[in-house]
């Protein structure tokens, strides 16, 4: 599986961005999928997970309340938007496919990554 990630910029604070997070090779609709973070310096944290239905969603508490992870089968991508952007929000985004249908917060449970999207949110 290919993942191609987008949607990443600069944005002042309070401002939105809505990420996009396109498959290809084969379908991922049986998969949950997730977005991942990655600031300077620091390990990849988890963000939101998604389950293959697109009905559960799991949040980092840091984006809780503030993003909202969501799916199209059909099309074959994920998106994540994103408001009310801080400066901690800035890092390197990605996209990946869990191994199973639920969609995990656990990074091990991810086996296809995308090359990430860079947000930047100035103070």
């Known amino acids: 599986v290919q993942l191609q990630a987008s949607g990443g910029g600069l944005v002042q604070a309070g401002g939105s961005l809505k990420l996009s997070c396109v498959a290809s090779?084969?379908?991922?609709?049986?998969?949950?999928m997730g977005w991942f973070r990655q600031a300077p310096g620091k390990e990849r944290e988890f963000v939101a997970a998604?389950?293959?239905?697109?009905?559960?969603?799991t949040y980092a508490d840091s984006a809780k309340d503030r993003f909202t992870i969501s799916r199209d089968n059909a099309k074959n991508t994920i998106y994540l938007q994103m408001n009310n952007l801080k400066p901690d929000d800035t890092a390197l985004y990605y996209c990946?496919?869990?191994?199973?249908?639920?969609?995990?917060?656990?990074?091990?449970?991810?086996?296809?990554w995308g090359q990430g999207t860079l947000v930047t949110v100035s103070s």
């Open positions: 090779s084969r379908t991922i609709s049986n998969n949950g």
């Open positions: 990946a496919v869990d191994l199973g249908p639920s969609g995990s917060t656990r990074r091990d449970r991810y086996r296809y």
């Open positions: 998604v389950d293959w239905r697109g009905g559960t969603t």
